[in-house]
């Protein structure tokens, strides 16, 4: 391995969470919410179905356009996703 030129390599123990449901507009999202001691407490949002993540906190949530662009889903959906996120992502902890 002496042309790679690591920056990071370490390992965690992490907690994933997996929650398939329906909007109400009819939506399916399978998700995977990773929570890590990484990110400065926001947790990484990976959308199962199509392979897309985001790593996200209740402050991106407030964010114009961040579910759209991440998950490649129209403003309704995004506001839906949004309404489930705000239950699960929690308060952002800067830790040093």
């Known amino acids: 391995m002496k042309d ?3 920056l990071s390599d370490t390992t965690e123990k992490t907690e994933t969470r997996f929650v398939t449901f329906i909007t109400p507009g009819l939506k399916r999202f399978d998700l995977a919410i990773l929570t890590t001691n990484r990110f400065y407490g926001k947790k990484l949002v990976t959308d ?3 392979g897309r993540s985001a790593i996200l906190g209740p402050d ?3 964010e114009d356009g961040v579910l759209e662009a991440a998950f490649r ?3 309704e959906e995004a506001s839906e ?4 996120l705000v239950l699960v992502l929690g308060e952002v902890i800067f830790t040093d």
Do not use: C, H, M, S
């Not at 996703?81 to 489930?84: D, E, R, V």
């Open 73 to 75: 889903i129209n403003e």
């Open 60 to 62: 991106d949530l407030e």
């Open 48 to 50: 199962l179905q199509f």
């Open 81 to 84: 996703l949004a309404q489930f």
């Open 4 to 6: 790679f030129d690591f």
